[in-house]
């Protein structure tokens, strides 16, 4: 199924949207900046800053797995060229949000220790080090080396969404209604691909004579 609309495609016209997408990735830093700056970050702010790091990391990480299906149906090559840059966004707020967690709630002490003894933490610590080859591999360059098994690494992106999540899960103290919503969302995303994958073979075992 795909979506018939007049999406632009000049240059100007992706220049635009990339731009646009830039600048929402960059909103929740650009709030909590101003948050920060007005005191208006609660009773805990490290605890606050931390928290609102890490939902836009996980919200970005989504944004990311959301581009291939707009494509998809949509039929608009502007979503894959905005990807990579809300992959490499999503790695940035990965890094604020543990350096937040560093710098405010832990301190610098007994770092490993810490970061080994919380499951919670072991299954966000296990996504982050997921998303560093991913983040180092997202060059044009790295792309056109690496040829085929540039797409099977980036395909551990799946279990990097799956670690955030069970991360997201893991932490909650009471109410997990909002930790169920994007779990649903993070299961209908890998669904999706599964499915494709599987009509891909269906399709291929079909020609064969
Ligand atoms: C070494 C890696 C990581 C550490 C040490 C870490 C640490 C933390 C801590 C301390 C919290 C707050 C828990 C609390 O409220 O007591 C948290 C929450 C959270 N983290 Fe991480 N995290 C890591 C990696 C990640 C990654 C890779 C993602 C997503 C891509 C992520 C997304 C989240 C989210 C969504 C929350 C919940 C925010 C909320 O309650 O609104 N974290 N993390």
Known sequence: MSVSIRWPVSRGGL???????????????????????????????????????????????LATLCMTPLRKWTGWPGWIRVRRMLGL????????????????????????????KRPYIVAGLAALLLMVPLALTSTQGMVRRLGKRWKTLHKSIYVVALAAWVHFLWQARSDIGEMVVYGAVVLLLLGLRLWWSLAVRHRFAAKKP
């Open 15 to 61: 220049l635009a949207f990339r731009a646009l997408v830039a600048l929402a990735a960059l909103l929740p830093l650009a709030l909590l900046v101003s948050r920060l700056v007005s005191g208006d970050l609660g009773p805990d702010p490290g605890q606050e800053l931390t928290e609102s790091l890490g939902l836009a990391a996980f919200q970005l990480l």
């Open 89 to 116: 966004f999503s790695f940035f707020y990965v890094v604020l949000h543990v350096l937040a967690f560093l710098q405010f709630i832990l301190g610098w002490q007994d770092v490993w220790a810490t970061f080994t």
